[in-house]
């Protein structure tokens, strides 16, 4: 094609002949394209680079590119051509290169990198351009390296992204290699795969010898290592985030603390993020990170989070993040959304799908690692509306979780509507007011907050109590005062602001309902007036303050409780700074531990007070848990609706219940749901006041389940959870000597986990009787009609591990784990089993329900005194199948069969005979009669067993032997001894296992003693009779015993366990 003649007029002098005419190739591409480049030469070799285009680039556009992958200019000709009534802009440069072969074996991918860096710029303009021309590198191989350079930095951000790059241009032939190593090990084509994968890690070990400088080691090889671990990738999906899976916590290099079992990065040019699983069935919310340096620190710290606060739930912790590369102020919701769903969907891509619980495995991914199926994600900050989007996702993607994917959508539980976020917390707190005495459902109690009426948590809380006097409360930016609220009348107005949310705002308050001298201010105000109102409750004389400092007073008053459901860290520890603290937003009105006077706490929303500052708090007499214990019910609720989900799903897939029903069956079952989650977080509560109880009377258990866990669980260590050495456990221990709350609270989750772990690495949970538990989960309703759903349920031993270990540890204790060495792993998973089955057999469940139905009307104290008389029993009960059987006798259904049996046993009991410990309960009392008998209970059904004799009669016999030799007195002194030393807490152990050796041998002597035609009963007292000496110093033993009004030493017990087992020994004297 011919140029216009003017043009070659006035420019033939500076234009070549091949400059007149335009090739047809690039003539042909610019009909459809925008845009062409070729390299040309001229008769002297001369290179020269020509750029045609729909535009004009600028010189200052070209050059940093061309000087970036490794080419000089040394001049340019600009000028423009008519093609179909189209103006071409045209531009040659005069190539300054020497290696002419190198330019021209590499020039497809150098002019294919300029199109992509100047018409769609997915790439950044860095000197690794430079790879293209030293080893033909293209354009997508670059965005490989970009994302792994990229990962390689988040790992260990001591390597910078710069220092990465300049190593992998220096030593470029390591870096193909590498590449071509990723190539072969995931190209879906390739053949051979096996052993050409060892022949590039030969190589590339190879080449890795000459390197000298330790950095320059460290970065490649830990490239390398990230590639050997990667196990998926969906880079030859071509699709615009490039995503990969990776096994980090195998990669040796350089990793400090501890790692995600599974990895997953995600790369676009104008966005990074990570997902970090603790395990294969994990679930954790996705935030939007501002953290562009190191959002996978944040990430990950928030994983290990997770992990503790999962501990109520079947899945571990997980955690995901992202970042994206615009100024905020561009980021529109539609920009945001683009985004969000690159990442959501690239994550997908590294998972399987399941069809009729068969896995389905995309044939374009090449997997080095199981089946995995179980992939989930959750709202966090700046993703809190974009659920339904990930369902949207999910469900395009046909993924076998469908809307259970992200929880919380459309389709899902509304928490805000449940409220149940708000109900869990204040379930947890009231934990404080029971042990008062005070109940906040009927008798006013003050309240200072941290929310506002649109919110959640803060709103849905403050509408749980008409008897909340809610003196103030702080948002971000407001602040409201009522000085003397009228309970009723501030009721209905917080009510009203709520329904009319999202004006639910303070400055929306009616100040009509605001008692005398409050209102509603700003919180930025560099000067607020004090009504009289307001210096009385804030004690002071001033006139005015600062809106800061107004919230500050506000933080320090007396009150009956603090309630947290907002954003933001308020309070931190007197030794701790503003920068170990961060929240930059409120560091001028977060005040010290110290400083707080709320007589509890309530953490409906997060990181409300520092970790430190509850363990201040709580040591100076404060009532607090922790936010993970006080806020877990959203996090529970999310995980019964995935599990629900994945059961009706499960029938909507075979078609017996369609969308409508499958809907209708969720929301029939909220209800349920939500009670059961609340009475986790009573349970939980619970289950810390007992702990604390525990501590006061003996440390040493404690601080052996402390040292176990940083054993035995890698995510755990006491620096971390600010719990201090042995030596300093004082540190943690409140006035009266017991561990503060919010450190139990951390112990409780572990403990959980601990136990959970090692029963899901067993083979207890296939036994018919650990899948009760399974069935335990779910609402009764629910289980009742989806029985097949539920026993195919893909996450069926998470669940029933879960259920076991919530049970063991809210009513055992945590230091229930405290003996796992001492038992060694198979026989710690018999004392679970063991457990349970003590538990199901005495029907312990229904009388601690019929205890916590007493609150109120009796005193905590007694209540507790209850509880812990059940848990000596079943402790006891349990430690004698440990002394005593064998794995295999711990056999649920042989031992269950005497159920009813014991039942019927102890209705004999005449009503005269039993002492009524609580009024109109004559359930609870026949059965706190018998409970001291109940210990051997199980060794009563070993000896039946044993000895072919009816087991009422060895029941009766063990029951008469107890009373007769004065056991209970015994066990009871041992168990109220405090060791003095720490050999005593061995003695005292091997005391208790005397006495229980004593009570079955006898009970056995006397069956086999037992003459034809002789009762049981005679038996005994003939066996006594012969036995007569030893039997009087026993009794005269046990006289001096009661005198004494409280046991000095342990050898008082021990001479009169040494009578007792002189009663079982041969040849009387």
Not at 453 to 466: A, E, K, P
Not at 802 to 810: D, E, L, P, W, Y
Request: aromatic share 10%.
């Amino acid at each position: 094609m011919e140029l216009d003649r003017k043009y070659a007029d006035t420019c033939l002098q500076i234009l070549r002949n091949d400059d007149l005419t335009l090739p047809d190739t690039i003539a042909k591409t610019l009909q459809t394209e925008a845009f062409a480049a070729e390299f040309i030469t001229d008769q002297d070799g001369t290179p020269y680079l020509k750029i045609y285009s729909h535009q004009h680039f600028m010189l200052s556009q070209i050059v940093p590119i061309l000087k970036n992958i490794g080419l000089m200019i040394h001049s340019e000709i600009s000028y423009e051509i008519t093609l179909d009534r189209t103006t071409i802009h045209v531009s040659r440069y005069r190539i300054v290169h020497e290696q002419l072969d190198e330019l021209k074996r590499t020039q497809n991918n150098i002019l294919h990198l300029l199109e992509t860096m100047l018409c769609d710029p997915t790439l950044p303009n860095t000197s690794l351009l430079r790879l293209t021309l030293l080893e033909n590198i293209s354009p997508r191989e670059l965005e490989l390296l970009t994302a792994l350079i990229e990962f390689e930095n988040q790992l260990v951000p001591s390597f910078n992204e710069v220092t990465i790059t300049n190593i992998l241009i220096k030593h470029h032939a390591i870096t193909k290699a590498l590449l071509n190593y990723f190539f072969t090990k995931f190209n879906p084509n390739m053949k051979y795969r096996k052993r050409e994968m060892s022949r590039h890690e030969e190589q590339i070990k190879e080449m890795l010898h000459p390197i000298t400088h330790i950095t320059e080691d460290q970065v490649i090889r830990t490239l390398f290592e990230i590639i050997q671990q990667m196990v998926r990738t969906n880079f030859f999906l071509d699709k615009p985030a490039i995503a990969f899976k990776v096994h980090t916590n195998k990669i040796a290099s350089k990793m400090v603390g501890i790692q995600p079992h599974i990895e997953a990065f995600v790369h676009h040019y104008r966005l990074s993020g990570v997902h970090l699983r603790m395990g294969p069935v994990s679930r954790g919310g996705i935030r939007w990170s501002d953290r562009f340096e190191d959002f996978r620190v944040e990430v990950r710290s928030l994983m290990l989070t997770q992990e503790g606060k999962n501990a109520v739930i079947i899945p571990s912790g997980a955690k995901g993040g992202f970042i994206i590369r615009l100024p905020k102020e561009e980021i529109t919701h539609e920009t945001f959304a683009h985004f969000y769903e690159l990442y959501i969907d690239a994550l997908l891509d590294l998972v399987d799908n399941q069809k009729e619980h068969r896995t389905i495995v995309d044939p374009r991914i090449i997997r080095y690692d199981e089946d995995d199926t179980y992939f989930v994600v959750a709202a966090d900050k700046g993703t809190a509306h974009m659920s339904d989007t990930a369902n949207a996702i999910a469900l395009r993607r046909d993924f076998w979780l469908g809307d259970a994917f992200a929880s919380g959508g459309s389709n899902g539980y509304n928490h805000k509507k449940l409220g149940i976020t708000a109900k869990g917390s204040l379930r947890s707190v009231e934990r404080f007011f029971i042990e008062e005495g005070i109940n906040f459902y009927e008798t006013p109690i003050t309240v200072i907050g941290i929310g506002s009426m649109n919110g959640d948590v803060f709103g849905n809380g403050m509408l749980q109590s008409r008897y909340f006097k809610l003196l103030a409360a702080i948002s971000h930016n407001e602040i409201f005062i009522d000085p003397d609220p009228n309970p009723e009348i501030a009721y209905q107005e917080r009510k009203r602001l709520f329904e009319a949310s999202p004006k639910g705002g303070w400055r929306y308050y009616d100040p009509k309902k605001i008692s005398k001298g409050g209102g509603v201010f700003n919180r930025n105000d560099k000067e607020i007036p004090l009504s009289t109102q307001i210096q009385k409750l804030f004690k002071t004389t001033r006139q005015s303050m600062s809106g800061e400092e107004m919230v500050q007073a506000i933080l320090r008053l007396k009150v009956d409780m603090l309630f947290n459901g907002g954003v933001g860290t308020y309070v931190k520890a007197s030794w701790e700074s503003n920068l170990d603290v961060g929240d930059k937003a409120n560091e001028n009105v977060r005040i010290n531990a110290s400083e707080l006077k709320a007589r509890t706490v309530c953490e409906g929303g997060n990181l409300g007070l520092t970790l430190p500052a509850r363990i201040e708090y709580a040591k100076l007499g404060g009532f607090i848990n922790l936010d993970a214990i006080d806020n877990s019910a959203g996090v529970n609720t999310s995980d019964y609706e995935v599990n629900l989900k994945i059961a009706l799903g499960d029938l909507q897939q075979k078609g017996l219940i369609d969308e409508k029903s499958r809907l209708e069956a969720l929301q029939h079952h909220a209800q349920m749901v939500t009670e059961s989650v609340l009475w986790t977080n009573y349970h939980q509560s619970l289950a810390i006041s007992l702990d604390y109880r525990r501590s006061q009377k003996d440390l040493l258990p404690f601080l052996e389940t402390i040292a176990l866990i940083e054993r035995k669980l890698p995510i755990f260590n006491r620096q971390r959870f600010h719990i201090p050495k042995d030596e300093k456990i004082s540190e943690i221990l409140d006035e009266s000597g017991g561990i503060v709350r919010p450190v139990l609270g951390t112990l409780l989750s572990y403990a959980k986990i601990f136990v959970k772990r090692y029963l899901l690495a067993s083979t207890i949970l296939e036994e018919p009787f650990a899948q009760e538990y399974l069935f335990k989960y779910f609402p009764k309703s629910f289980a009742t009609i989806y029985e097949e759903e539920i026993m195919n349920h893909p996450l069926k031993r998470e669940i029933a591990a879960t259920v076991i270990a919530n049970r063991v540890i809210n009513t055992a204790g945590i230091t229930f784990i405290s003996d796992f060495e001492t038992l060694g792993e198979e026989r710690f998973l018999s004392k679970i089993k063991s457990y349970l089955i003590c538990n199901q057999l005495f029907d312990c469940n229904t009388i601690r329900y019929e205890i916590f139905q007493h609150d109120y009307k009796i005193p905590v104290i007694q209540q507790y005194s209850l509880l812990f008389d059940i848990e000596t029993t079943l402790s006891f009960s349990v430690n004698w199948m440990m002394h005593h059987l064998q794995p295999d006798q711990i056999h649920a259904p042989t031992l269950l069969r005497y159920k009813s049996e014991l039942s019927t046993l102890m209705a004999l009991t005449p009503d005269d005979q039993i002492t009524p410990i609580i009024p109109k309960a004559p359930h609870l009392n026949r059965f706190f009669y018998h409970l001291p008998y109940m210990k051997f209970t199980i060794a009563a059904i070993i000896l039946h067993e044993k000895n072919h004799r009816r087991f009422d009669e060895t029941a009766r016999l063990m029951h008469t032997i107890i009373q007769e030799l004065h056991i209970n007195d015994i066990l009871e002194a041992l168990e109220n001894y405090q060791p003095k030393k720490e050999e005593e807490h061995t003695i005292k152990k091997q005391l208790k296992e005397f006495v229980e050796f004593s009570v079955t041998s006898l009970s056995e002597k006397v069956i086999r003693y037992q003459r034809k035609d002789e009762t049981i009963k005679e038996a005994l007292q003939n066996y006594l009779q012969d036995y007569k000496e030893r039997y009087q110093i026993l009794q005269m033993r046990f006289k001096n015993f009661l005198d004494q009004t409280e046991i000095q030493e342990l050898e008082d017990v021990a001479i009169l366990v040494n009578s007792l087992i002189q009663l079982t020994l041969d040849n009387p004297l």
